[in-house]
C-alpha cells in the first residue's frame, strides 16, 4: 500500500517496548467471538469458551499493576451458535456481562436478530455498543449505538467503526434504515467530542479497514487518511490474510509516530486468543501481547458456572425439540449434487413457487442423520440464515448461472459457490474451457429442454443473488429482482419440516459428468 504520509517503518513487533512514563491503558481484544458459550477439545485440549475466557481476562487485569484495563470485543461477538440463536443473542449479552467487557464494536452478525433485537441487546448490556459511523438513514444517530467508550477518571476513549461490509453482509430487513457514513469524517467528529471531554489517551477500532491493502484501494486510501488525524494513540486495522504477522507497528510520518496493532482474524476467532496490548501517549509505552485462552493456561472461571447452567437449562429444551424425522442419512458435498441440498432446494423452490431454485452450497453447513431431527440440527444446517428473491431470466442467462456454478469445482480458494438445484437438471463436462462447461442440449426445467429465449422464474438466495461468492452475473446481466422475502430460509425450512412430519433422501441425476 502507497502512503505518501508515512517516510519509515520504525519497529516490527509483538514484544512490549521499553518501560516509560507515559500515561498508559491496557485494551484487551476478543475478536469475533462469534457467540462461543462452550470450549472445543482437540487433542485434550480445550479451547475458548467463556469459562475460560473470563480466566484469562481477569489474570490479564491482575497483571496491570493499577493501570486502567478495558475489555473490548470486537465485530460479530453475538451470533453465531444455537444458543445464541435460540436466545435472541441474550445468553451471549448475559456472560459478557458476567466476564467484565466493557465495549462491542459491532460487526454484521450483531445485526441478523434484527433491528428491535439489537436494541434490546444493547439495553441489556453492561457496556455501549459503538458503532462511530452508523446512522439513521436521515442522517441523526442510533440511540443504541454509540461512537466511542469513554472512562472519564482515566480520561481515555476508546473509539470503534462498524465495517463498511456491513449493510451489504446483512439481510435487508435487519438493516432497514440505516446508513454507514465516512470512516474518516465519523472518526474526525468523534475525536472533536472527545477533545471537548479532555480525552488523554485515544485508540480507534479500525478494524474493517484492511492493513497492507493493494496501492489504491478503499481500505489503503482509508487507512492513509485514518493517520493523518491527530489525537490517536493506537490504531487497530484488520488483517489483510491469515500469513500477515499479528503484532504492532510503529511508523514515523510527517505528522508524527503512528502505532497499529493489527492480528489475523483466522487465529483471534471464537475466544481462542486474547490481544492484550497497552495503548499509551507516546510509542515507547505501547504494546502488544498475544494471550492463548485454553486449558493448559486457565482453569475453567467457576463465578460463571451457575449463569452457564441456566444458559443450558434455559436452551436445551428449545434445541433439542423433534422438528421431523430423516428416514434415512442425507449427505453433503459442497462440489456436487447431494440430497441434502436437493432437499433444501426443493423446500425453498416450493415455497417460493419458482421454477428453479438455485443455492450456493455453502449456505448448507450440515446434513441430517436418520432418526428424529431437532431444531438445534435445523440450525446447525442453515446457521447464517438468509433471504429468498425470485427474478425472471431467459434460458440463455440460466445457462451462464450454471456455468458460473460449476467453476468453483476444485477451486477451494473461491469458496463454496457451486450451486445446489431444484427443478433443472444438466449434465456438464469439466474438461472442456470455464464458463463454457455445462452442455447445453442436456439442460432440462421441469422435465422439458431450456429454451434459452423463454423466461422462467428463478428463486435464489439474496446473498448470492446481491453477488455474493463472485455471482456478479445477475447484476451483470442486469436483472432485477422481482420479490424478497421476508422469512428467513432458517424459518422456512424448519416450518417445511414440521408440515412433512418425515423426509427421505430421495434419488440422485440432478447434475451429472459425461
Known sequence: MKRSVLLRIVVLSVLAFSCSPAQKA?????????????????DGVYRGGFSLLSSALKKAKNLSEGQPVYTVAVFNAIHGTPEAHFSEGQAVVELMNASGFDALVVGPREFYFGLNALETLAGKADFPFLAANVRLANGTPVPYLKPYFWDQRAKVGLIGLAPRQLIQQNLEQNVRGLELVDEVQAVSETLAELSRLGAKTIGLFAGGVVWGAPEGSQDAVTAERLLRLEGIDQYWFGSPSPDFPDGMTVLETELGPRVIVIQSGARYTNGFMV????IATSPEGSSFRPVSVDSREFSPDQALADLLYSIENATSGTMNATVATATADFFLDPENECSMGNLVTDILREYCGADVFLLNSGKIRSSFQQGPITRKQVYDTLPFGGNVVTARVTGA???????????F???????????????????????RAPMNQV????????GKALDPNAVYLLGTEAYIFGGGDGYTDFADMGLARERFYEPSILGILESALQDRSSVAPGTLGRITTP
Open 26 to 42: 491496557r485494551v484487551l481484544h476478543v475478536n469475533s467471538l462469534r457467540g462461543q458459550l462452550w470450549p472445543i477439545e482437540q
Open 275 to 278: 490481544a492484550d496490548t497497552l
Open 439 to 446: 452442455l447445453p442440449s442436456s439442460v432440462r426445467v421441469g
Open 409 to 431: 469445482v476444485g477451486a477451494p480458494q473461491a469458496g463454496r459457490g457451486f450451486l445446489q438445484v431444484s427443478g433443472i437438471s444438466f449434465a456438464w463436462d469439466p474438461q
Open 397 to 407: 442467462q440460466l445457462l451462464r448461472i450454471l456455468n458460473r456454478s460449476c467453476t
